[in-house]
C-alpha cells in the first residue's frame, strides 16, 4: 500500500469521525420538543395532519403555508414526507434536520477544498500552503458541523427551511465553480454547468427559503475573489457577456426595482406592527453584527438561546453608545475588505462572505432584529478565514519538534466546540430544560419568561406559573400578551381576576399594534371565562373594542379571525344576534361561501326562518365540498327547517 493510499485512508477516517462526532453531539435533542414557529406551521397545520404518500395530499403539504413570499413548497413537502411516514413523531423531524446539516458538512469541505485550490493555483509558488487543501477545508468543515452557535438551524425544526436553503446553495455554489475551472480549461460545458446549478439549485433553494436567492451574491464574491473574470483566451470574451448578463444585470435590475418599490418588495409597511423603525432597525442590526461575530469566534452557550428579544433596541447613535462603534466597525470592516481584496483576499473573501450572508435578514426587510440561525452559512465566511489564517501563523511562528503539535489549539478548538453543542442539545431534551436555561441565560427574555410560565401553567404549577407571567408583563409594559396569559393563569388558579388587571388589560389592548397573536392568545381566556357570563360578556366587549380600535393599525385579514372568535364565543354563551353581528362582520372583511351554514343556523335560532332557507339556497351550490361533520348539520338544519315550516 502506498503512501498516498494511507494518507487518503486516514483522511476519510478523519472526515467520517467529524461527522461521527457531530450526530453524537446532537443525539441529546433529537427527542426534544416541537417550539415556537414549529406550532404554527406545523402541529397546526391541517394539511400536514392529513398527510398522507399521495400526489394530491403531498401537493396540498407543499402549498399549505405562507410563510415568505413563495410559501416556500420545498421545505414544506419535505416535512409532509415525515408526516406522512411518523405524523408528529418528533425524532424523526430533528433526525431529519441532522441529516441535512451533516450533508451542509461535507458542501462546507467541498466547497472550500475548491476555493482553497482555486487559491493555491493562483499563487506564485503553489506549494507555498502550510498543509494540503483537503485537510484545511475539513478543518473548516469540522469547525462548522460542530459550532453550537448552528444548533438551532438543526433542533428548530421548522428551521429547515434555512438548512434545506443552504444545502441547494452550497451545492449551486459548487456547481459553479466547477463550471468556472471548465470554462478557464477551454471547455464550453462549463456554461451549461453553471447554467444548470443556477437554475437548479438556485430554484430549489429559493423554493425552500426566499434567503435563497442570495446564491447570486455568493457567486459574485466568489467570482470577484477567487476567480476574477478568468477564462481561457478563446472563451474570454463570452464568459464576460455571460457573467454580466446572467449574475451582474439581474443584481442591478433588482436593486433599481427595490430602490424604487421598497415597501411593496420588502413589506415595509408591516414596521407598523413592530416596536421600531427601519433607522431603528438599521442600527440595532450593526450591533447585532458583531454580537453574532464575537459568538462565532468565541463562542458562549450562556449567550446563546432561542429567544433574543432582550436585546435592546438602538434608538440613535449613542442609545445604547455601543451602537456608533458598531456601525464605525461594519464600514471600515467592509472598507477594509474592499480595498485590500487583492492583498489579502481570504480576508476579504469571509468579510464579503459573512455580509452577503446577513444582507437579507439583517438589513431593512422587516423582521426581528436577532435570531442564531441567521448565521448558518453568513458564519462559513469568518470561519474560513479563522482556520486558514491560523494554520498559516502556527507555521510561520510555532515551532515545535513535531509539526502536529502546532495543531493543538485548533484540535481543542474543535473540541470545546462539540462540548457546547453537546450541552446546548442536552438543554434542548426537553420543555422544561429548554425554557428554564432560557431564562437563566436571558432574564430579561419576554417571550423566555413567557414559555417558562405557559409549561408551569400547563403543568397546574399555578402560583409558579403567575410569577414568571408577572416577569414577563413588567418586563414588557405594552404588550397586551402577557397580561392576558396572567389573567387566565389567575382566573383558572382561583375562579376570580382582580379590576386592576382588567383595566391594565385594556389600557394595552387600546394603545397597542393590532396583532395576530394577540388574537390567538385572546382566544383560551374567552373560552376559560364562558362559565362566568357576567365576567365573559366584559371580556368579550374589551376584545371588540381591540379590533375595531381605530387609533391603532390595522390588517384585514388578522380582524377577520378576531370577528371570528367573537362570533364563536357569542354562539358558545347562547346570544345568538351577537354572533351573527360579529360573523356578519367577518364575512364583510373576507367573504367566503363556508360561513353561510354558520349564519343559516344562527338565523334560525333567532327564527328568521327565510333568512336561513336563502343562505341554504347559496350554499347548495357547495355541498359536495364540506366536510362531513358540516354535511351533517346541513341535512339537521334542513330538517329542523321543514319541520318548523310544517308547524
Not at 408528529?88 to 475548491?114: A, C, E, P, Q
Not at 433588482?254 to 413589506?267: K, R, S
Request: proline residues 4%; charged residues 15%; contains cysteine.
Amino acid at each position: 500500500m502506498g503512501i498516498g493510499e494511507r494518507q487518503r485512508q486516514v483522511f476519510h477516517g478523519a472526515l467520517a469521525l467529524a461527522l461521527f462526532i457531530t450526530a453524537l453531539a446532537y443525539r441529546p435533542g433529537l427527542n426534544g420538543p416541537f417550539v415556537f414557529d414549529d406550532l404554527t406551521n406545523l402541529i397546526d397545520n391541517p394539511a400536514l395532519q392529513q398527510a398522507e404518500f399521495s400526489f394530491d395530499a403531498l401537493k396540498h403539504a407543499a402549498l399549505s403555508r405562507d410563510s415568505g413570499t413563495l410559501r416556500r413548497p420545498v421545505a414544506m413537502l419535505s416535512f409532509a414526507l415525515n408526516a406522512a411516514f411518523a405524523k408528529f413523531d418528533v425524532f424523526y423531524y430533528k433526525l431529519t434536520n441532522l441529516i441535512i446539516h451533516l450533508l451542509n458538512g461535507l458542501g462546507i469541505y467541498w466547497l472550500s477544498l475548491r476555493l482553497l485550490r482555486r487559491y493555491q493555483a493562483q499563487q506564485p509558488d503553489p506549494s507555498s500552503m502550510p498543509i494540503a487543501a483537503h485537510w484545511l477545508s475539513l478543518a473548516t468543515c469540522a469547525v462548522w458541523l460542530l459550532h453550537p452557535l448552528n444548533l438551532t438551524s438543526v433542533l428548530y425544526v421548522v428551521q429547515r427551511m434555512n438548512s434545506l436553503a443552504t444545502l441547494f446553495t452550497l451545492f449551486g455554489l459548487i456547481g459553479y465553480t466547477l463550471g468556472r475551472e471548465q470554462i478557464i480549461q477551454g471547455m464550453r460545458r462549463g456554461f451549461t454547468t453553471i447554467v444548470l446549478s443556477l437554475l437548479l439549485c438556485g430554484g430549489l433553494a429559493v423554493f425552500s427559503k426566499e434567503s435563497g436567492v442570495l446564491l447570486i451574491l455568493y457567486i459574485i464574491v466568489i467570482e470577484a475573489i477567487f476567480f476574477r473574470l478568468a477564462a481561457s483566451p478563446r472563451l474570454q470574451q463570452s464568459f464576460r457577456w455571460f457573467f454580466y448578463v446572467l449574475f451582474v444585470a439581474p443584481l442591478i435590475i433588482g436593486l433599481i426595482v427595490i430602490l424604487f418599490n421598497a415597501e411593496n418588495v420588502l413589506g415595509l409597511k408591516q414596521y407598523q406592527y413592530y416596536p421600531f423603525t427601519l433607522t431603528e432597525r438599521l442600527l440595532t442590526e450593526a450591533r447585532a453584527l458583531w454580537f453574532y461575530l464575537r459568538l462565532i469566534v468565541l463562542p458562549d452557550i450562556t449567550q446563546m438561546g432561542l429567544y433574543h428579544d432582550d436585546f435592546p433596541i438602538s434608538r440613535g447613535l449613542w442609545h445604547p453608545p455601543s451602537t456608533l462603534f458598531a456601525c464605525i466597525g461594519t464600514i471600515a470592516s467592509l472598507a477594509v475588505a474592499i480595498a485590500y481584496f487583492r492583498k489579502v483576499p481570504i480576508l476579504s473573501f469571509g468579510i464579503f462572505w459573512f455580509f452577503v450572508g446577513h444582507s437579507l435578514e439583517s438589513t431593512i426587510v422587516p423582521l426581528e432584529p436577532l435570531h442564531e440561525h441567521r448565521n448558518y452559512l453568513a458564519q462559513f465566511g469568518i470561519l474560513f478565514v479563522l482556520i486558514f489564517y491560523y494554520v498559516h501563523f502556527a507555521f510561520r511562528y510555532i515551532s515545535f519538534n513535531r509539526a502536529a503539535l502546532r495543531f493543538v489549539p485548533l484540535f481543542l478548538y474543535i473540541v470545546l466546540l462539540a462540548h457546547g453543542t453537546y450541552a446546548r442539545a442536552g438543554q434542548w431534551a426537553n420543555e422544561f430544560t429548554l425554557y428554564a436555561k432560557d431564562v437563566k441565560n436571558h432574564p430579561d427574555s419576554v417571550r423566555a419568561n413567557t414559555m417558562l410560565a405557559i409549561l408551569l401553567h400547563d403543568n397546574k404549577q399555578y402560583d409558579t406559573a403567575a410569577t414568571y407571567f408577572s416577569i414577563a408583563a413588567t418586563l414588557d409594559s405594552v404588550n397586551p400578551r402577557p397580561i392576558i396569559r396572567l389573567i387566565q393563569n389567575q382566573y383558572i388558579a382561583g375562579n376570580t381576576i382582580p379590576g386592576e388587571w382588567l383595566t391594565e388589560l385594556d389600557r394595552r389592548l387600546q394603545s397597542s399594534p393590532f396583532h395576530v397573536t394577540t388574537i390567538s392568545t385572546y382566544v383560551p381566556l374567552l373560552n376559560a371565562t364562558r362559565n362566568q357570563s357576567t365576567l365573559n360578556l366584559q371580556l368579550a366587549v374589551l376584545f371588540s373594542n381591540y379590533i375595531e380600535n381605530k387609533a391603532v393599525i390595522h390588517n384585514g385579514s388578522w380582524a377577520h379571525y378576531g370577528y371570528l372568535q367573537l362570533a364563536k364565543n357569542y354562539r358558545a354563551t347562547n346570544n345568538p344576534s351577537k354572533a351573527l353581528l360579529y360573523l356578519s362582520k367577518a364575512v364583510a372583511l373576507r367573504p367566503k361561501w363556508v360561513y353561510f351554514l354558520d349564519r343559516a343556523e344562527l338565523y334560525f335560532e333567532l327564527k328568521q326562518n327565510n333568512k336561513a332557507q336563502d343562505m341554504l339556497d347559496k350554499l347548495a351550490a357547495q355541498d359536495k365540498n364540506l366536510e362531513p361533520k358540516k354535511l351533517q348539520r346541513l341535512e339537521r338544519l334542513r330538517e329542523e327547517l321543514k319541520a318548523s315550516s310544517g308547524n
